[in-house]
């Protein structure tokens, strides 16, 4: 970006030299001929005006050379503009009437080539980029839309279906409390996704801001995962840790909570009963990375490129465990703190999750320590 800034300027220079210099063969020009022909018109008096007036008739004679170049100038002028102001003019106000009218596949072809930019071509090269960036908002405005509608319906359709079936007069016990639990985990499931959507609109809208604190980020991680004790206990999963201790990071802590539930959720969520769950914590130069791995059904390849857009699911098989915003979610929590993640992947042998983060250059000592 910088090499691109430094060479627009470069070209902005050679431009305005250029300019300077037209301008000056132009009055050079003009001024020379208006000294000529007053020269010429002296030269060409008869003898008997006196020298005065033959001063003023040359003056006059001059003058209304002067008037004609002027014209000329005016005219030619005119016809620059119309060409190199007026024209680009129009194709960009054309082009803008589209993209009010929702056309957003509207492109505007450059006036030169790359080596004689002008400031319209950087108008127009800006003008494309943003009918191109409207272009992806407007697809995924839609793709969002049809998305929502379709997550909300099946959650929404499974407590309509139950919930009817609980209605029935005659229905045992143990069905009854089957598909009231049914009914319960298809509102818990309507209850996140909602709940993901609000989140996710207010970091792309940028309403959510990072509170850094300085704090162990081993102690934050442990605690996320046992809070899923419950759901690794229930599918006899193995927790294996492998921690270094004091690792402190200065960042927002809520939002980094958010990052390790769903990848932890997504972990033991994926990996078969008696598989395996694995967490790393350690530091490489002024990072602190954290490892997510699991030894679950793992994502193929061209699954992995989209993993992180919102709503994608490459296995339909499993798209009852999630709503596809988890990631999403995850992908921009960490860029909003200005971390990185990454994620290898093998069909059938698992997946790991990285996450780099920046570390705090210092401890902070709590203030009731003596």
């Avoid at 503009?81 to 960009?92: A, C, G, S």
């Avoid at 206990?233 to 270094?244: F, Q, R």
Wanted: aromatic letters at 8%; charged letters at 25%.
């Amino acid at each position: 970006m910088k090499k691109k800034n430094q060479s627009r300027q470069v070209r902005q220079v050679l431009f305005s030299v250029r300019r300077y210099l037209l301008f000056f063969l132009i009055m050079s020009f003009v001024i020379t001929c208006c000294m000529l022909m007053f020269f010429h018109n002296m030269t060409e008096l008869p003898d008997l005006f006196l020298e005065r007036e033959a001063i003023e008739r040359a003056a006059k004679l001059t003058f209304g050379n002067i008037l004609f170049l002027t014209l000329v100038c005016t005219a030619a002028d005119a016809l620059q503009r119309k060409l190199t102001v007026e024209r680009p003019v129009k194709r960009i106000v054309l082009a803008s009437k589209k993209i009010m009218q929702g056309d957003f596949s509207v492109r505007i072809e450059p006036l030169h080539d790359k080596d004689s930019l002008d400031g319209f071509d950087t108008i127009i090269d800006c003008f494309n980029k943003m009918a191109e960036e409207l272009s992806g908002i407007e697809m995924l405005r839609t793709d969002f839309i049809s998305n929502v509608s379709h997550e909300l319906k099946t959650p929404l359709a499974v407590i309509q279906n139950y919930g009817t079936m609980l209605q029935q007069p005659d229905l045992p016990e143990e069905k009854r409390l089957e598909y009231a639990r049914t009914v319960t985990d298809a509102s818990r499931r309507l209850a996140d996704l909602i709940s993901n959507i609000l989140k996710l609109n207010k970091l792309e809208n940028q309403q959510i801001y990072p509170q850094k604190q300085n704090y162990n980020l081993g102690e934050q991680l442990c605690e996320c995962l046992l809070s899923f004790e419950n759901a690794w206990e229930d599918k006899e999963i193995e927790i294996v840790t492998d921690l270094e201790e004091d690792i402190y990071v200065e960042n927002d802590e809520e939002l980094l909570t958010l990052v390790w539930n769903n990848l932890f959720s997504n972990a033991i969520k994926f990996t078969e009963p008696k598989g395996t769950v694995s967490l790393c914590l350690k530091t490489e130069g002024d990072m602190a990375v954290v490892q997510i791995s699991d030894t679950g059904c793992g994502i193929a390849p061209e699954v992995g490129e989209h993993i992180f857009e919102k709503f994608y699911q490459g296995d339909t098989s499993h798209a009852t465990q999630g709503n596809g915003l988890g990631l999403a979610l995850v992908k921009r929590v960490i860029t909003i703190v200005g971390g990185d993640i990454s994620v290898e992947s093998q069909v059938g042998a698992g997946s790991v999750f990285t996450v780099k983060i920046r570390r705090a250059e210092h401890e902070t000592v709590p203030k009731n320590t003596v």
